[in-house]
């Protein structure tokens, strides 16, 4: 099935992309999509434990169900000020 | 059918002082009016005039709040319990005394406030009578501080310890380029002072720590950050848990932002958004990383808003909700987050009772500690020199970006750090090797990176290029 996947900040930067569709299977998780662009890029693979995912704007924990469609957004945190 | 609604301390005195009465209705917004038909006295305590519910009631069905179901149209069986959380009156307890006066000039100056409704006189009193604590007089607290000034806040704290640098001054409004080497605080009493002579400035020119911020934060009704790094924002949102105050957060990012109002009395709060914090260099500061200049002025003035309807109870507060803005993109994404009820400071069973150590929770150390270096994985700028001058053959590697190498250079090798797995290969690991970046941190990562990658001798520059021009050669740019 197809998601959309939307990164935010330095994951932006860590995929060089801000905005990806992508195919995954039936019952992926929220974390099998960070696998999945974590095993791509490595610094996506270094903020995984750090980021949090929303679907469909709402925050989720990572073993949270897509389903066909979703809009996934991996944000990680920002600390500056 | 009857349905159970809990009824917290401040409403029992319109229940008989029962804490839980019986209701009927299909729905949580039918249970509710026969509530009221009940109890008439609770109308004023749950719905405005106009009929809708009071923003600082939160309703839930079991465990859910309503807003994340269907409102009042939540249907309801009778074995559920509808609660009403216990309802900050205001959003905070400013105690308004009753000797609160504005004066004449104090009348004129506030008159499009006053104009109002949700303002008028009583809320412009509020605002008088309350105290905010703004951490930090950088990016955020610039416009923070000087809009909640021009606001007629009464009392304004600020925590800072630096000194005005000429690299501010892009960002941080509150100070001119009269003010480099002053201190912030004297030069954010002189701005906030010339915007409204009325309000009382308290300066508090410290580092905040574990040792300081609870009978620091005791004294103000809401709390906004505007800090630039994670320990002290951990630090921020478990003072505010303990002492349970309203946490206006905002943060940002070269063209990112994010701003909430993290509130534990009747919602998430930071750890229940990010658990654990990101290891040094990874997630860079805005002096690693950048940040566009108006992105803080963004920000900081949807954090003063926040703080301003905190104060007066209006409008409904960014608690339970995270914004996203992307001023590339120009959208603002609003998220919901809920409660994490394993949270270790606001969960059900909490194991954070105090402050804890938070440069050791986010594994930086501590920034007052003496600069001391480990021999085996570090190398000074003195030390570097030297061994050049004595013709050491050393492979020294730039892991910056080509941007920043553009800017200034010792004549290094550039790899970025996000290159690095893929041109390792690159680097002679016959010789000993000295990495360098800005200011340390993301060589520190890069050095781990080649030393779990086989690489035997491998030392970071500690303090980077920028130590480099400030200590060695000043005809390299500082940046
Ligand atoms: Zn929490």
């Known amino acids: ?81 | 059918m009857p349905i159970k609604v809990f009824i917290p301390t401040p409403l029992r005195p319109f229940t008989e002082k029962r804490d839980t009465v019986e209701a009927e209705g299909a729905t949580v917004g039918e249970v509710l009016q026969d509530l009221l038909r009940k109890h008439s006295q609770l109308q004023p305590h749950l719905y405005s005039e106009n009929g809708a519910m009071r923003s600082y009631v939160n309703i839930y069905v079991n465990d859910e709040d309503i807003r994340y179901l269907s409102k009042e149209k939540t249907p309801v069986k009778s074995s559920d319990t509808v609660s009403i959380i216990p309802s900050i009156a205001g959003g905070v307890d400013v105690a308004v005394e009753t000797d609160i006066q504005l004066s004449k000039e104090e009348l004129l100056r506030y008159s499009r406030h006053l104009l109002i409704p949700e303002v008028g006189l009583t809320g412009q009193k509020k605002l008088k009578a309350a105290k905010v604590l703004v951490i930090g007089a950088g990016g955020l607290g610039s416009p923070v501080s000087m809009y909640l000034a021009a606001a007629g806040v009464g009392t304004i704290g600020i925590v800072d310890f630096d000194v005005v640098d000429a690299t501010n001054l892009q960002r941080q409004i509150l100070h001119s380029t009269n003010d480099v080497g002053r201190s912030k605080l004297e030069s954010a009493r002189e701005t906030l002072k010339g915007i409204n002579p009325n309000v009382v400035i308290k300066t508090h020119e410290e580092r905040l720590s574990s040792e300081n911020a609870l009978e620091l934060f005791a004294g103000y009704d809401v709390i906004v950050d505007g800090t630039d790094n994670f320990p002290t924002r951990y630090l921020v949102n478990d003072a505010c848990v303990l002492l349970n105050k309203p946490y206006v957060y905002g943060s940002i990012l070269r063209f990112d932002g994010q701003v909430s109002v993290f509130d534990a009395r009747r919602g998430p709060c930071y750890r229940c958004l990010y658990p654990t914090p990101p290891p040094p260099g990874l997630v860079p500061s805005c002096a690693e990383g950048g940040v566009l200049g108006v992105l803080p002025g963004i920000i900081g003035t949807l954090q003063a808003l926040e703080a301003i309807k905190l104060i007066l109870g209006e409008g409904e507060p960014l608690v339970g909700k995270l914004v996203l803005f992307d001023a590339l993109k120009f959208s603002f994404r609003e998220l919901k987050l809920r409660r994490d009820p394993n949270c270790p400071v606001c969960g059900d069973n909490p194991t954070i009772h105090e402050l804890i150590d938070y440069d050791q929770f986010c594994g930086v150390k501590p920034p007052t500690v003496e600069e001391t270096i480990d021999e085996e994985t570090e190398i000074t700028v003195e030390q570097l020199k030297a061994r050049l001058d004595r013709g050491d053959d050393l492979f020294i590697l730039d892991v910056r970006e080509p941007h920043e190498y553009e800017i200034a250079n010792i004549g290094a090798p550039l790899i970025p750090l996000g290159e690095l797995p893929k041109r390792f290969r690159e680097i002679d690991s016959s010789k000993e090797i000295i990495i360098h970046c800005k200011s340390g941190r993301r060589s520190a990562l890069a050095a781990d990176f080649l030393r779990k990658n086989g690489f035997k001798s491998v030392k970071n520059l500690v303090g980077g290029i920028d130590a480099w021009s400030e200590r060695i050669d000043p005809n390299v740019p500082h940046y």
């Open chain 1, 1 to 81: 099935m197809k998601i959309f996947v939307k990164f935010f900040a330095s994951a932006r930067e860590a995929v060089g992309s801000d905005n990806v569709q992508v195919a995954v299977k039936e019952g992926a998780t929220a974390n099998d999509v960070l696998e999945l662009f974590g095993s791509q890029f490595e610094t996506m693979n270094r903020l995984r434990p750090y980021v949090r995912v929303a679907v469909n704007q709402s925050y989720v924990v990572n073993d949270h169900v897509l389903h066909e469609g979703d809009e996934v957004a991996i944000i990680p945190p920002v600390s500056g000020g």
